[in-house]
């Protein structure tokens, strides 16, 4: 989105991003997510995404690394319980 004088005010991307794998950077968890930020399933096999209530999963299974539970995502469009990831993204400003 751009102001009026070419100004980028918001990335021309989603926002939407990965959970770093375990190599990558340092390890995310339910504690290191920013108020604002969301909590989603994606797909490998559909790329369909979903987004979860993560104070429900905080609840669930307590302080646990997110790449941990990975392998707990099904999807709920083809039942794909592959390779499917996490997205963080940021909630929506009304």
Same mark, same amino acid.
């Given at each position: 989105?751009?102001?009026?004088?070419?100004?980028?005010?918001?990335? *021309?991307?989603?926002? &939407? *991003?990965?959970?770093?794998?375990? *190599?990558?950077?340092?390890?995310?968890?339910?504690?290191?997510?920013?108020? @604002?930020?969301?909590?989603?399933? #994606?797909?490998?096999?559909? +790329?369909?995404?979903? @987004?979860? &209530?993560?104070? &429900?999963?905080?609840?669930? $299974?307590? +302080?646990? =690394?997110?790449?941990? =539970?990975?392998? #707990?995502?099904?999807?709920?469009?083809?039942?794909?319980?592959?390779?499917?990831? $996490?997205?963080?993204?940021?909630?929506?400003?009304?």
């Amino acid at each position: 989105m751009r102001h009026a004088r070419s100004i980028l005010l918001i990335s *021309e991307s989603s926002g &939407d *991003e990965r959970v770093p794998d375990a *190599e990558e950077s340092p390890p995310a968890t339910f504690l290191s997510l920013r108020q @604002w930020q969301r909590l989603g399933g #994606l797909c490998s096999r559909c +790329a369909h995404e979903a @987004w979860l &209530d993560r104070y &429900d999963l905080q609840r669930r $299974f307590g +302080a646990v =690394l997110l790449v941990d =539970l990975q392998p #707990l995502l099904r999807c709920t469009r083809c039942q794909s319980k592959g390779d499917n990831r $996490f997205i963080i993204g940021a909630m929506a400003r009304d």
